[in-house]
């Protein structure tokens, strides 16, 4: 896979706190923002120029309802908004929102759902059909849970948490330090992301693809 740039529509009435989260996007490895639309038409006349890969929209637009703007888009998106009804976030969910942001929320908590989306991308890309392990880790991924699994006793894979207690390794440098292969370190560490044990983050570089760096879950 080819280093991949995730454009983003910003749908914000407020000229300025859009700006603030376009400001997020563009510092966001591997983001880019495509367009900012301050009203419902101003959002459907920018998907139909260039459909966007996300967007993050508010919820009070003033010609329209943006969670109505997410369902009927079909474009994967987060809604960012002031509005903190339990029903309001159950309405987004059904709408096929990703993720719910309240306002005002701090730059680092955009950062790491965007972080999360680039990551749950990562695992559900191609046509080839996906195996339900693959789902669950893309899923756990977005909606940074897993189902918390024990250690397992593996000495193999006991010797790869060892070596991340030094902090964030790739692979290659977990099986360095555990004295294992880099395939079987990249299997293990794969198997014990998609369980919780441990955490993936990408690291997007110059070119070429991201390079995943493992961590102990906090």
């Known amino acids: 896979m080819t280093d991949?740039?995730?454009?983003?529509?910003?749908?914000?009435?407020?000229?300025?706190?859009?700006?603030?989260?376009a400001d997020i996007v563009e510092a966001a490895p591997g983001f880019s923002v495509s367009n900012t639309a301050r009203s419902l038409a101003e959002a459907t006349e920018a998907?139909?120029?260039?459909?966007?890969?996300?967007?993050?929209?508010?919820?009070?637009?003033?010609?329209?309802?943006?969670?109505?703007?997410?369902?009927?888009?079909?474009?994967?998106?987060?809604?960012?908004?002031?509005?903190d009804e339990a029903a309001t976030v159950r309405r987004a969910m059904r709408a096929g929102a990703l993720g719910y942001l309240v306002k005002p929320f701090q730059r680092a908590t955009l950062l790491e759902r965007l972080d999360r989306y680039a990551r749950y991308r990562h695992?559900?890309?191609?046509?080839?059909?996906?195996?339900?392990?693959?789902?669950?880790?893309?899923?756990?991924?977005?909606?940074?849970?897993?189902?918390?699994?024990?250690?397992?006793?593996?000495?193999t894979e006991q010797l790869l948490l060892d070596a991340l207690g030094a902090g964030e390794l790739s692979a290659?440098?977990?099986?360095?330090i555990a004295g294992v292969s880099r395939p079987t370190a990249q299997r293990r560490l794969a198997t014990m992301a998609s369980q919780g044990i441990v955490q993936i983050r990408l690291r997007y570089g110059a070119a070429g693809r991201p390079e995943h760096l493992y961590s102990k879950m906090d």
Do not use: C
Request: without cysteine; proline residues 6%.
């Open 123 to 155: 695992v559900l890309q191609g046509k080839r059909g996906m195996r339900q392990d693959k789902i669950d880790q893309a899923l756990s991924i977005l909606h940074g849970v897993a189902p918390v699994m024990p250690p397992s006793s593996s000495s």
């Open 47 to 83: 998907i139909k120029i260039s459909p966007p890969d996300l967007m993050l929209v508010d919820v009070f637009l003033p010609d329209g309802d943006g969670i109505e703007l997410v369902h009927h888009s079909g474009i994967d998106a987060f809604i960012l908004s002031a509005a």
């Open 172 to 176: 290659a440098e977990a099986a360095e």
């Open 4 to 21: 991949r740039t995730w454009s983003v529509l910003v749908v914000d009435d407020d000229f300025r706190v859009a700006g603030v989260h």
